[in-house]
């Protein structure tokens, strides 16, 4: 079963992820998406603003009831950084008929090369790496041979100007996030006063 793994620190989700997952599951034929928000993202450090909790509540609100979508609390429930390979590790203990996945924006794919354990990442799973407006990885020189073929590019795809940066900025300033993130997911951070004040 194909299944793409999803992180992200989701802080909070908005439907640039859910577009981008979805792309990620057509392109690559997966059957399942499992997103998994990370506890202590390695590389944010002191800027995220709501807790592991809320954010994980967020993710379960926009992918409940969306066939093939679904949550995983997997790196809720470690300590220290929510390492990717020590994700991978465990997961691919439990579920060794799985054939995984890594999806991921191409700001993030610019990254690989400092992350933690990359190279046994890399035997390990393949990355889809989903096109973000104004990080263009397929024509970067500072990307690696040994990366770039372990990736899966999608390109020409859908392109959301969206971030999370925005979303935050959009709620302390008392602008709309209407149709930008889910309306249970609005509701959730209305109802908490997330992201008020910076
Ligand atoms: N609009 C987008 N298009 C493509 N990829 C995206 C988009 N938004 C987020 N991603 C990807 O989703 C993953 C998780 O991102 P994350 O949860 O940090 O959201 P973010 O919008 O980048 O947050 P922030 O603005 O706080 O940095 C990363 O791989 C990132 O590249
Ligand atoms: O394992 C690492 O070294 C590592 C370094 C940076 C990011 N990641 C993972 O990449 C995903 C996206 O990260 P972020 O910071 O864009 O939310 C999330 O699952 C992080 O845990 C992982």
Request: net charge negative; aromatic share 8%.
């Amino acid at each position: 079963m194909k299944t793409g793994l999803f992180g992200g620190t989701f802080d909070p989700i908005h439907h640039g992820h859910l577009i981008m997952a979805e792309q990620a599951r057509e392109a690559a034929g997966l059957d399942e998406v499992w997103f998994i928000p990370a506890a202590r993202p390695p590389h944010k450090s002191g800027c995220v603003t709501a807790s592991a909790e809320h954010r994980f509540f967020m993710v379960q609100q926009a992918v409940e009831g969306v066939p093939g979508f679904s949550v995983s609390r997997i790196e809720l429930e470690r300590s220290g950084p929510s390492y990717t390979a020590d994700t991978l590790e465990v997961l691919m203990h439990h579920h060794p008929e799985r054939e995984f996945f890594f999806i991921l924006g191409s700001d993030m794919v610019l990254d690989l090369p400092r992350w933690y354990k990359i190279k046994e990442i890399l035997n390990t799973v393949r990355m889809i790496g989903l096109t973000r407006p104004g990080h263009d990885w397929e024509n970067d020189d500072r990307l690696p041979e040994w990366i770039r073929k372990r990736l899966i590019p999608v390109t020409g795809g859908i392109q959301v100007m969206l971030s999370s940066t925005d979303i935050r900025e959009r709620v302390r300033t008392g602008r709309s996030i209407r149709f930008l993130v889910p309306d249970s997911v609005r509701r959730h951070i209305e109802e908490n006063h997330l992201y008020e004040s910076s």
